[in-house]
């Protein structure tokens, strides 16, 4: 779940707590981190005061909200921390080391429902052309780039894919997801192409001989981090003069709303996505409605 380091720097109940949220949840390996150090900052803010996590009331909580809030932090990091502590209050009442949740009674910050950033698809063959196919890592990165505007994985799928996850023959991958979800994803004719040049011709070159159950590895013939390619995603945006704000969903983004804009049923794309909940994936009717509006405002006579 965590580096040996974290886990000596965490105290025993959070540890129990993290490995409990790990097995009966299916959170990612992110998220997980993520409620670690929301819970961590917390107690290191109580025991700047003489307080204590497992002891905090809902005082302590709204003083420390109103600290956060006051540091200028966003309503979905509030709501992030709220949901952690929540859960670990609820395991501590659970477990019977505490008899009251002292999140009971504070309500969640609302959250504006924020449209994602997306690429037209003139921006997203721009992107994809940038990497050079006549360099190994440059074959390795248009070929990341492909399966991901293709798939619509997140970042954090494709960059942990195994070979043999990919079946060249059906040219479908098989994804593990949040939750351990598993699902299957076309590969399209285009990213499937470039997936058969690179195991052909850059992967090989890449390991110089060294055995990797990675799909697309480094150099050194390691599993490429999701911030490594977050900076290539970066870089090559940066070299196709896109100005836009960029995230490391970017391209997944882009894929969904494509879809939705040549007429994919939202049920579909919900399955692609492996998005457990259908509104999750509705944001996107709105991005592909705003394309609409804004293609109809630009070329109709009388718009």
Not at 25 to 54: M, P, V
Not at 148 to 176: K, W
């Amino acid at each position: 779940m965590s580096s040996e380091r974290q886990r000596e720097e965490t105290p025993h109940y959070l540890l129990s707590f993290l490995d409990t949220l790990w097995l009966e949840s299916g959170l990612s390996k992110n998220t997980i981190e993520a409620y670690r150090r929301d819970l961590l900052a917390f107690s290191n803010w109580l025991k700047s005061r003489e307080g204590q996590l497992t002891t905090a009331t809902r005082e302590d909580i709204l003083r420390y909200q109103g600290v956060r809030l006051r540091e200028g932090r966003k309503a979905r990091s509030e709501a992030r921390l709220l949901s952690s502590l929540r859960r670990f209050y609820r395991y501590l009442c659970r477990e019977s080391i505490r008899e009251s949740d002292p999140t009971a009674q504070i309500e969640s910050p609302r959250l504006g429902r924020a449209l994602p950033t997306a690429l037209t698809e003139q921006e997203v063959e721009a992107l994809l052309a940038e990497p050079d196919c006549e360099e190994s890592i440059g074959l390795r990165d248009r070929t990341m780039l492909e399966v991901l505007y293709a798939t619509g994985l997140r970042v954090s799928e494709l960059v942990t894919l195994s070979s043999e996850q990919v079946n060249m023959r059906q040219g479908l991958v098989r994804c593990v997801g949040k939750g351990n979800k598993e699902r299957l994803v076309p590969l399209g004719e285009i990213a499937l192409d470039y997936l058969q040049r690179y195991l052909f011709e850059s992967r090989p070159a890449i390991l110089a001989g060294r055995a990797s159950d990675d799909l697309f590895p480094t150099r050194r013939g390691k599993a490429m981090t999701r911030q490594a390619f977050w900076y290539l995603i970066k870089r090559y945006a940066k070299q196709a003069s896109i100005d836009k704000p960029l995230s490391p969903h970017t391209l997944r983004h882009a894929f969904a709303t494509h879809l939705l804009n040549h007429g994919a049923d939202l049920r579909v794309v919900q399955l692609l996505l492996g998005h457990a909940d259908l509104s999750t994936t509705q944001i996107y009717t709105h991005v592909a409605r705003e394309r609409l509006k804004s293609l109809h405002a630009s070329h109709h006579p009388r718009a």
